[in-house]
């Protein structure tokens, strides 16, 4: 804690220092020089590792740890271990399976980000059961980095994704009894929000990460979060680390949530502080914090990794050293 604090406290000196203008002074100077070797990168861990959100992360990290055995690269494991979320019908916040939005209809939004800086996503996708690997082919196709709604449909059709009009029980009775009420509120940690955003490290300790949601359930048609939004719900920079979030999408979108924690890393910040300042950052910013809930994970070069959330609650699953295990989060509200 008295470190975080620490931490804080340089980097909210080194801000104002910055934004003001103000010359340089020995202590500056000091700090710059400081900077500077903290931004030496580390040493890579390369013992392979996957990082992800919630408790479908397990299965999602073997499915991701699979492909590493199996000769992939860290982009293969992120998508490979997001897909085994996407596939499962019964999750109503990732998928098809996913809860609709207001008008009955589920729609997905994904990305995917690979250890050289290349990016893609896709948003407002309907019935096309892996929008990860859209994203993928959106990257690796295409000179662009989003597709959206029916042109990312059309783009996966003919890039030979099946259409498929799976529609969930489940979710649609959801729905309809939403519907009754059509009360619009953020429900903290149960199944109305959850995504699974996912981090992997591969033997070269290359980084790669992928996000894939159907967001906010209820939302408005045509809502799209932070998930599918390279630098808010995903963020990954080979040299630093990389960072994902999950919760009220907003929130993150209007605090640039994964690109902060991946540049606070940069400043030095472990990956446990950097998540912890950007949750402070939505606390700033939203006076109804309280309310909602946001969490991000973290991992830098070295393979640490990082957790924090708004509220308890937020769990995540982490494949390292030959062990995959479910965690619970800290968080800025604490629990009961
Ligand atoms: N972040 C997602 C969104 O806002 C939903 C979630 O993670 O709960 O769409």
């Known amino acids: 804690m008295t470190d975080r604090r620490k931490f804080l406290k340089t980097a909210a000196l080194g801000g104002a220092a910055l934004s003001l203008g103000i010359n340089a002074t020995a202590a500056d100077a000091d700090d710059e020089k400081n900077k500077k070797k903290k931004r030496i990168p580390l040493e890579p861990f390369k013992g392979g590792l996957v990082l992800s959100t919630w408790d479908a992360g397990i299965s999602a990290n073997q499915a991701a740890w699979n492909t ?140 790669a990460g992928a996000c894939t949601t159907s967001g906010l359930a209820y939302k408005i048609r045509g809502r799209v979060g932070d998930s599918p939004i390279i630098g808010a719900g995903l963020y990954v920079d080979n040299e630093i680390g990389a960072a994902t979030s999950t919760g009220l999408g907003e929130a993150v979108v209007r605090t640039c949530g994964s690109f902060l924690v991946v540049e606070l890393m940069r400043q030095g910040a472990t990956p446990q502080q950097a998540c912890e300042e950007a949750v402070i950052r939505i606390q700033k910013r939203h006076r109804n914090f309280q309310d909602f809930q946001v969490g991000f994970l973290a991992v830098n070069k070295a393979g640490e990794i990082g957790a924090y959330a708004v509220q308890p609650g937020f769990t995540y699953a982490l494949y390292k050293n030959g062990e995959n295990k479910l965690f619970k989060s800290g968080s800025l509200i604490p629990s009961k």
């Open 68 to 207: 590493l055995t199996a000769g992939g690269k860290a982009l293969d494991m992120a998508e490979k271990g997001v897909n085994d979320t996407e596939a499962d019908f019964r999750n109503l916040s990732v998928g098809l399976g996913g809860l609709p939005d207001r008008e009955g209809h589920t729609t997905l939004d994904a990305c995917i980000m690979d250890s050289n800086g290349m990016a893609g996503s896709v948003m407002f996708l309907e019935h096309i059961k892996h929008p990860a690997s859209v994203a993928r082919r959106v990257m690796e196709k295409t000179p662009h980095v989003q597709l959206v709604g029916e042109g990312a449909y059309r783009f996966a059709i003919s890039e030979g994704f099946p259409h498929d009009d799976f529609v969930s029980e489940e979710a649609q009775n959801a729905w309809k009894k939403w519907l009754k009420e059509s009360k619009y509120q953020p429900i903290i940690n149960i199944e109305n929000h959850d995504t699974i955003g996912l981090l992997a490290m591969d033997n070269n300790g290359d980084i």
